[in-house]
């Protein structure tokens, strides 16, 4: 009985391996590039799951494995990047999974936000900058205002986002955008101030559970990067039950009816405010601080979903566990990743302070100004989010990722 999984995140294989077997079921990985989970995959033990190379934007290739793959019981698609794919695949071989419409819908920014404002949950509509350039800038104006986001409306990862908070900005983020091959159409958004947070839910059947808030430290304006998350966020009595119901709304508003969801949003001071709804388990290590912080290997409620069952998640009572943080490891220039100075120095700081390796020695980085640039992550853990926050950030100050000038 075998579920197989469409590339993955790019930390969370071992506990999904782990939750296939506990499950009963065998777990076979399909990727471009086995060398991407190498971590994950040196921590296994030999023959732990069944890894197949094979070109993974070829939907008709991966489908032909799909067809010679025995007792195939479930597809796992829990990355941006092959959510659709995922999505036509599971429908094509008549596999439990939400409607691929939905997921289709999800990724779509621009749509998801119009939604949202049908349905009274955001105080703002998006409107599409197509056309000629002085158009676009004239719609955005009128439809809009300033202060204004600017982004792909199918974008991840921070990349290509622009806050415009004057005509200036908003003439160089147009210019800067025509330059860009977007992944959808661009578009614009009202910008909400505030602190920005990801909810961490399981829905079945149309009802979700919130499983956590994860805090989101992002750079200074007017750039978005990742750099700190924390969980679980402690909201004042009340305001998690209000959140969770709010959520609730979110997500039935898009027809999403079951398994994980990732929203990211603002907290203004009018109240939250949607900034996406990813369709899957969070990135980077947030897979991991859910199973630290609740006690369970969340990972379960996954491989349940794909075989079309409740996760028992949805109604565990969790035994929860230390708070935990993490600070994405970004080098000061770009260049030829050379390694990590200081490594040596985590043991003997407090939170059981690890690195998380993202990039290889001599990967190329290119890209500071989000989320691709990190080569690392720097994880910790204490009694509070609070508290691992400043444990996560002593540690990765403790750290200097290398690099050198590409070709010198």
Not at 8 to 24: C, E, I, K, Q, W
Request: hydrophobic share 40%; charged share 25%; aromatic share 8%.
């Amino acid at each position: 009985m075998t579920v197989v999984c469409l590339e993955s995140l790019t930390f969370g294989l071992g506990h999904l391996v782990r939750a296939a077997d506990r499950l009963g079921e065998r777990l076979l990985l399909l990727t471009r590039d086995p060398d991407y989970y190498a971590y994950e995959l040196d921590r296994l033990p030999a023959g732990a799951l069944d890894v197949v190379e094979t070109d993974t934007f070829d939907v008709e290739r991966v489908a032909e494995v799909l067809g010679r793959t025995p007792e195939l019981r479930g597809l796992i698609s829990s990355t941006d990047t092959w959510t659709l794919a995922g999505a036509d695949l599971t429908a094509r071989f008549a596999l439990p999974g939400l409607d691929p419409e939905v997921l289709r819908f999800t990724r779509d920014k621009a749509a998801v936000r119009n939604r949202l404002y049908e349905a009274g949950l955001t105080r703002g509509r998006a409107a599409e900058a197509a056309g000629p350039q002085t158009e676009a800038r004239e719609l955005l104006l009128k439809e809009v205002g300033l202060p204004a986001i600017l982004k792909d409306s199918a974008g991840t990862g921070s990349q290509n986002v622009w806050l415009v908070r004057d005509e200036e900005e908003l003439d160089r983020a147009l210019r800067e955008a025509a330059e860009q091959t977007l992944k959808g159409r661009l578009f614009a958004e009202p910008y909400f101030g505030g602190p920005v947070y990801s909810a961490e839910t399981l829905t079945w059947a149309g009802r979700t559970r919130l499983l956590g808030v994860s805090s989101r430290l992002m750079s200074a304006e007017p750039r978005f990067r990742e750099e700190i998350t924390a969980f679980p966020v402690a909201f004042p009595e009340g305001q998690g039950a209000s959140l969770e119901r709010w959520l609730d709304e979110v997500l039935a508003a898009v027809g999403y009816t079951d398994r994980f969801a990732h929203v990211e949003f603002v907290l203004t001071g009018d109240g939250p405010e949607v900034v996406e709804i990813n369709p899957r388990i969070g990135g980077a290590l947030v897979g991991e601080g859910l199973c630290r912080a609740l006690g369970v290997n969340v990972y379960e409620a996954m491989i349940e979903g794909a075989l079309g069952r409740r996760p028992g998640l949805m109604d565990a009572e969790l035994p929860g566990g230390p708070a935990v943080a993490f600070v994405l490891g970004y080098p000061a220039e770009p260049g030829v990743f050379t390694g990590v100075a200081g490594l040596d120095r985590l043991a003997d700081l407090p939170g059981s302070p690890a690195w998380y390796p993202v990039r290889q020695v001599g990967d190329v980085v290119e890209h500071l100004s989000d989320s691709r640039g990190y080569a690392g992550i720097v994880y910790a853990e204490a009694e509070t989010a609070e508290l691992a926050t400043h444990r996560a950030v002593a540690a990765a100050n403790a750290l200097r990722v290398l690099t050198e000038p590409s070709g010198g």
